[in-house]
């Protein structure tokens, strides 16, 4: 009788292991993100973000996310980053020197989430409120001992497969000192050019090559009107194509000029059409349910703070510290699977890191 209890006691501990294991590896299981959508403000600082709320008088299409945390943006070189090593750290996972494109310290080219994304057939695309060619896209696609390099660093979206890109620098690809027209490669590569708004807008083919400016977009402020909302739902239109999934990355690159110049109307503007741009991606991401956004930032802008009006109660202005980039930490925001692992204060190269591991990309071929 007593060997029969023994052995009934056995058998529910044993069945007691074996549930607690199951309960176990679903708690431990992270669900893996088919695509990421990672939203880059350039110059984007927390007084920024606030700026744009209190002109909304409304909360922020960023802020509705769950999952916050902050990241540290100096550089290999520099207490204060610049762009280049600022989109290289976030890009490809290491630090870098200011004005280094897709480069380590040693001058060593280094792969950046896109090229991972493609070497597991995922479809990729960027989109900028700049030149394509300038230093937060640039650092997803190219390799350059400097960010001023545009033609050379146009160049280099001919090296990847890179389905979607759109912003300004259709110069970079034409109006070159060595005379050749990078659109004829482009053509041959099977990419649909467009070199305007409407044909933009009309786009259906999967590989697009949208070069929609000669140099820059205009600012917000001085008409350029609905281009990110547009270029953004075009990219996740024709990037959701792929079956495999995909990498998108899109700045609100002028946040960060407005900082330059200490023009807070302008600033507050292009806020606010980044949002919008956020809005969009996170109204895709809810729907689709497999698709993890991140809101960040390369750097803050301008020092910028939010101060009282003289002699008037509850009016702020915004005010400036310098004309230059400063050393703080920016926010980081994220939202969908894998989000919970944005959170608390972590370096900008942990920001690549996070994207790798939420794609269940091979650990064992991550190169450095």
């Known amino acids: 009788m007593k060997t029969r209890y023994q052995l009934i006691i056995l058998l529910v501990l044993i069945a007691g292991f074996i549930g607690a294991c199951r309960t176990t590896s679903k708690i431990a299981k992270t669900p893996k993100a088919k695509n990421i959508i990672l939203l880059i403000g350039d110059g984007m600082g927390v007084a920024q ?10 909360e922020l299409n960023m802020e509705s996310c769950k999952h916050i945390g902050f990241s540290r943006t100096h550089s290999a070189s520099d207490l204060i980053t610049d762009s280049g090593a600022g989109g290289t750290a976030i890009a490809c996972g290491i630090k870098t020197t200011n004005k280094f494109i897709g480069m380590n310290p040693d001058s060593v080219a280094v792969k950046s989430i896109l090229h991972y994304a493609e070497e597991n057939n995922k479809s990729t695309g960027l989109v900028a409120t700049a030149a394509i060619t300038h230093a937060t896209p640039a650092s997803f696609i190219a390799h350059n001992i400097s960010r001023y390099n545009y033609e050379a660093l146009a160049e280099d979206f001919l090296k990847t497969d890179i389905e979607v890109f759109i912003g300004g ?34 786009s259906k083919k999967s590989k697009l090559a949208a070069l929609v400016y000669d140099k820059h977009p205009p600012y917000m402020a001085d008409g350029r009107g609905n281009f990110l909302p547009l270029a953004t739902n075009k990219a996740i239109e024709l990037l959701n194509k792929d079956k495999n999934g995909f990498f998108l990355m899109i700045e609100g690159s002028q ?45 803050e802008t301008g020092g910028y703070v ?11 202005k915004g005010i400036f510290a310098s004309e230059h980039h400063s050393a703080v930490a920016v926010p980081v925001m994220a939202f969908g699977p894998g989000a919970e692992k944005f959170t608390g204060f972590m370096e900008n190269t942990d920001l690549f890191h996070k994207m790798y591991e939420a794609f269940g990309f091979d650990k064992s071929k991550l190169s450095r």
């Open 49 to 58: 973000m606030y700026a744009g709320h209190i002109a909304k008088n409304a």
């Open 169 to 202: 620098g259709l110069d970079h690809f034409t109006k070159r000192k060595d005379q050749k027209s990078l659109l004829t490669d482009l053509k041959a590569k099977g990419y649909q050019i467009v070199t305007d708004q409407k044909g933009l807008k009309a």
């Open 255 to 299: 946040i960060d000029w407005a900082g330059h110049d200490n023009d807070s109307e302008k600033l507050i503007k292009e806020v606010l059409d980044f949002d919008e741009a956020v809005g969009l991606a996170l109204d895709f991401a809810k729907k689709d349910g497999e698709t993890l956004v991140i809101i960040t930032a390369d750097h």
């Open 306 to 316: 939010l101060s009282n009006e003289e002699e008037k109660r509850n009016s702020l």
